[in-house]
């Protein structure tokens, strides 16, 4: 089928496609009613159906496939690897909501999930989706004050939580941080339940804390069937990452969501049931959230669940496991690419990568080079997808499961089915619907199923934040600033707050980005806009250097500055020329790996730089701030 016919039943049709949809998932009661939008933008997909999201990840493949691997972990930190079966994780998703259930959850309350990559967190997540409960993971490690401010907001009855985590093969403490946290917060939660790893001593707080291990021993042949919900009940609650200011809790319902991973795995990743799929992202983000968790298991395929670093024992580690456990579809992200980049290219081809039919990245713009790296050292297709928290599953991407096509390199791909994607102009809402104007990417509600339903507990939020910033047109804004060639396909220019305005020309810090990125000796790049009192803001670099020897000295710095000027001149114009290009070894991040622009531009402007909760190595500003106040 043409992909863009596909696409228009998906709009036009809304109700016939997303009904057919629907039954790629099990259903205790079939939905009647697909769509009800009678309240926008408040979406109620599959509003009379009831199901449930453990029943379908696991319960519904026990048939036919409960000795097959489902949950396969490896940790490169502690030295574990083992593979639970569809029997197994049954198993043990049973006596996890036996536990939460002996400590007082029931349906529609929450679960805070604060944990390493462990299985216990995969068994406490579908636990929870199996009794109804709503889960929240806090990324683990996350500071006292980032997982205090979730606490209040999300008001959990019990927290599952593990003595530590490991990164790097250093051990890091939970149980002081969330003890830390519970201080901080208003809401106390009533339990919190431990996995002990054995890694870090914990000290219990009598009455409160509650040691898995020993309640598994109680509770390790309990039989707990799925709680049936309405599709519309809330799922869990995840927080974005905070790259541009408070986190926003987004909250995700049951059916919707299903049906749209059902579908994402079908159109987009092609995976079948039996194979094995591999995300490298964390349960605390939502692309772990849906393609480690939910997505596989719901297509039926075994999940790999990973703790450790990329680079460690080496740089083949990844490739290792495709060839061991036979990966067929791979999910990682740009940032961890430019990891990889900076090692031996050699490790890409050392295994046996016949398995693998593609590799998908998502989570900031993926550009060229990059791209070309990596998809020439597998010799395999790379799909770029592009999406947020808030819509759980891809916006644009390629959908080959519909028809094969090639991608384009920069551009994510097209909108996917049920996303009416539009390009409004950022102060009229006017739709621009010519070839490549800029504008600010949209989407037409209701938004598909999966997405959002809301801001946890703030109905108002949800609608201020998203739903009003187009003059007369209530339409969602990603707050992504992109464009859209002849063909269709979209290209992401930045966000719309990091759009540069030089001398009245705006300008994408992406744009800028790609070209620097261009050049040989670069391994990533971050670059800003800045307050000039006389061309209203100019554009500043900060260059992270694929090898340390190359900008070894101020005559260097200098040398490689001028080629990068030149390149961007050539590429963009003058007019996009970084006023300077400076050196650092490493870029200010968030956890999950986007760069910190925000921060980056306040630093440059000398302003607070606001909320830090996120950031990965604070010592990553300090270079930047150090830099600026020599210049001055
Ligand atoms: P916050 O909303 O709290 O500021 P955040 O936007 O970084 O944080 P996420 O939902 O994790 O939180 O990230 C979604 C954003 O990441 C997108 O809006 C976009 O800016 C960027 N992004 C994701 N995937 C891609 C991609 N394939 N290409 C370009 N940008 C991407
Ligand atoms: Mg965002």
């Avoid at 986190?247 to 991973?261: E, H, I, M, N, S």
């Avoid at 693998?356 to 597998?378: K, M």
């Avoid at 200098?558 to 590429?571: A, F, T």
Wanted: net charge negative.
């Amino acid at each position: 089928m043409r992909y863009e016919d596909f696409h228009r039943r998906s709009i036009v049709e809304r109700d016939a496609f997303w009904a057919e949809q629907a039954r790629l998932v099990d259903w205790e009661q079939t939905p009647q009613v697909i769509c009800d939008y009678s309240r926008p933008p408040f979406a109620r997909w599959f509003a009379d159906g009831t199901t449930n999201l453990c029943h379908n990840a696991v319960d519904r493949h026990l048939p036919e496939r409960s000795a097959q691997p489902a949950l396969i972990y490896v940790s490169t930190e502690t030295g574990e690897e083992r593979t639970y079966t569809f029997a197994d994780l049954h198993r043990e998703v049973q006596s996890m909501a036996a536990i939460l259930q002996a400590l007082g959850v029931v349906k529609g309350d929450r679960v805070l999930i604060y944990m390493p990559m462990v299985p216990q967190a995969v068994f406490a997540m579908l636990a929870c989706a199996r009794i109804g409960a709503i889960h929240s993971v806090v990324f683990g490690g996350f500071a006292s004050v980032s997982l205090a401010s979730r606490i209040d907001d999300a008001r959990p009855k019990v927290v599952v939580s593990a003595d530590a985590g490991s990164r790097g093969g250093k051990v890091v403490p939970y149980k002081p941080l969330l003890d830390e946290a519970v201080r901080l917060s208003q809401h106390k939660p009533e339990k919190v339940l431990l996995v002990d790893r054995g890694l870090a001593a914990m000290e219990l707080v009598p009455g409160r804390d509650v040691l898995y291990a020993e309640l598994r021993q109680a509770h390790g042949q309990a039989e707990v069937p799925c709680v049936w919900v309405e599709a519309t009940h809330p799922s869990y609650i995840l927080y974005t990452s905070g790259t541009t200011g408070r986190p926003k809790g987004v909250q995700r319902d049951t059916g919707g969501y299903a049906v749209a991973l059902a579908a994402s795995m079908k159109y987009i990743f092609c995976g079948q049931a039996g194979e094995t799929y591999f995300c490298t992202s964390d349960i605390g983000w939502v692309v772990g959230h849906s393609y480690i968790v939910y997505g596989p298991l719901i297509a039926g395929m075994a999940t790999i669940l990973y703790e450790g670093l990329p680079i460690r024992p080496d740089a083949g580690i990844w490739w290792s496991l495709v060839e061991k456990y036979k990966v067929t579809a791979m999910f990682s992200a740009p940032t961890a690419i430019r990891v990889l980049k900076k090692h031996d290219p050699a490790f890409l081809t050392k295994y046996d990568l016949s398995s693998l039919r593609a590799l998908f990245l998502a989570g900031e713009p993926l550009d060229e080079p990059t791209a070309r790296w990596i998809a020439d050292g597998l010799g395999k297709p790379v799909v770029d997808n592009y999406w947020q928290t808030e819509t759980g599953w891809p916006i644009l991407t390629i959908a080959n499961g519909v028809e094969p096509r090639q991608g384009r390199y920069g551009s994510p791909g097209v909108p996917m089915c049920g996303y009416d994607v539009k390009l409004l102009h950022e102060s009229t809402g006017e739709e621009l619907t010519g070839p490549n104007q800029k504008g600010v990417i949209a989407i037409d509600g209701p938004l598909p199923p999966g997405c959002m339903q809301t801001v946890w507990g703030d109905d108002e939020r949800f609608v201020k934040t998203y739903w009003s910033n187009f003059p007369g047109r209530m339409a969602y804004s990603t707050f992504d600033w992109g464009v859209r060639d002849d063909d269709g396909y979209y290209f992401i220019l930045g966000r719309t707050d990091d759009v540069i305005n030089v001398a009245g020309h705006r300008l994408g810090t992406r744009e800028i980005e790609e070209s620097i990125a261009s050049h040989p000796l670069v391994a990533e790049v971050a670059v800003v806009g800045v307050a000039d009192s006389l061309k209203g803001q100019v554009a500043m670099a900060f260059a992270v250097a694929r090898d340390a020897a190359s900008v070894a000295t101020p005559e260097l710095q200098l040398r490689l500055e001028g080629e990068i000027m030149k390149r961007v001149d050539e590429q963009l114009g003058a007019v996009a020329r970084p006023a300077r290009v400076r050196f650092v070894t490493v870029l200010p991040k968030t956890r999950s790996g986007k760069l910190l622009r925000r921060a980056i531009q306040a630093v440059c402007e000398g302003r607070d730089p606001g909320d830090l909760t996120t950031i990965e190595d604070p010592s990553a500003l300090d270079q930047i701030r150090s830099l600026m106040q020599d210049s001055v």
